[in-house]
């Protein structure tokens, strides 16, 4: 699962990276998936919006098994 989720990340990057940020995958445990938001999403005060919104929604939309996306 965790080759899967960092798949679908992949194609989440590059948005985040236009706006001067980036994920990291930390961990997948359980349908948990944690990541690390970095460069400008780190301070962003829309970082919890992006976070549920965007990426959670997004993995779970691809990857039905992800029961939440957590920040680190």
Do not use: H, W, Y
């Amino acid at each position: 699962m965790k080759e899967q989720v960092q798949e679908v990340l992949n194609i989440i990057r590059p948005s985040l990276q236009a706006d001067g940020g980036d994920v990291e995958l930390v961990d997948v445990k359980d349908g948990i998936v944690s990541v690390k938001l970095k460069g400008a999403c780190s301070g962003c005060p829309m970082s919890t919006m992006t976070l549920k919104k965007g990426i959670e929604r997004f993995l779970k939309e691809k990857i039905p098994t992800v029961k939440e996306v957590v920040g680190v």
